[in-house]
């Protein structure tokens, strides 16, 4: 459905943008007729503008659906991050914690780190020299 709406936002604007310059231009060239002008505003109204008010809504549709899906995905992270702390005693391993949320090791870390301001956790250096950070209880 979404791509429909991206191919069918795209038609919208490569019918109405060259068709509302052209009629802007027509508007503004003192050479043409006033007949021809009020030819030209009329386009401009019934044929150029309506189309590009439907894509930006349909644009503005799109990103509101897009945000929706990222809030989602920010709350699923975040429960995987609680059950991981309640399930391991407050231990959270970047690796597994990076393969349960899809997320890459950098943007795991970043997340984790964040995560340590917020809860007053740390992270420590384990005997095999990898990372595990420790959040109270």
């Given at each position: 459905m979404k791509l429909l709406k991206k191919i069918f936002v795209g038609l919208l604007l490569l019918w109405g943008l060259p068709l509302s310059i052209y009629c802007v231009v027509e508007l503004l060239n003192p050479e043409v007729s006033s007949e021809d002008k009020e030819g030209a505003g009329a386009a401009l109204v019934l044929f150029g503008l309506p189309p590009i008010a439907v894509?930006?809504?349909l644009i503005h549709s799109l990103r509101q659906?897009?945000?929706a899906i990222e809030a989602k995905s920010d709350r699923e992270i975040?429960?995987?991050f609680l059950t991981e702390i309640q399930g391991n005693n407050g231990i959270v391993n970047p690796l597994i914690f990076a393969t349960k949320t899809d997320l890459s090791l950098d943007e795991t870390k970043a997340y984790?780190?964040?995560k340590a301001v917020q809860?007053?956790?740390l992270y420590?250096?384990?005997e095999t020299g990898?990372?595990?950070y420790r959040f109270p209880i």
């Open positions: 894509s930006g809504l659906q897009h945000q975040e429960l995987l984790l780190d964040e809860l007053n956790g420590e250096a384990t990898g990372i595990i």
